[in-house]
């Protein structure tokens, strides 16, 4: 029983570090981590990704983070390119490599509309997260510049 005890608190404190780095593995795993948040799943991931500090830390690059928490009154979520959504199946794929930087597109349907989303990944010390998005009339800094609240 100690020894349950002992794994189950080293479990969970591994979980807690795990949450408060920022940055993830690959290109691709920030996108498909993004878009987790777009599901018909549990009400956690089901919300559209939140403008929390520990969501901006983990998604966003140093630039972006208090432009993303400071967002409030949206009109819609650029992400999606939408106020609402039912997403279909979401492709990723690698568009190019330059030096830190990497530019994934993301393709998807939402509520049967194509969307297509270009995400510019840059590689820091603690992992790879977002430095910008664009969508074909805008890009996620210009958006959250434009609706800073």
Excluded: C
Excluded at 31 to 50: K, Q
């Amino acid at each position: 029983m100690t020894r349950f005890l002992a794994a189950l608190l080293i479990l969970l404190a591994g979980l807690g570090l795990s949450t408060a780095w920022a940055g993830f593995r690959s290109p691709e795993s920030v996108v498909r981590n993004v878009y987790a948040y777009y599901g018909e799943g549990s009400s956690e991931f089901s919300r559209g990704l939140p403008h929390d500090s520990a969501t901006a830390r983990q998604f966003f690059d140093p630039s972006l983070r208090e432009a993303w928490i400071a967002l409030k009154n949206e009109p819609y979520d650029f992400l999606v390119q939408s106020s609402s959504w039912k997403l279909g199946a979401v492709a990723i794929s690698i568009l190019r490599r330059q030096y830190d930087k990497t530019y994934v597109a993301a393709a998807f349907t939402n509520h049967s509309r194509a969307v297509m989303m270009n995400f510019i990944l840059v590689n820091g010390p603690d992992g790879w997260v977002i430095s910008d998005v664009e969508s074909p009339h805008d890009s996620l800094r210009m958006f959250l510049a434009q609706y800073r609240n």
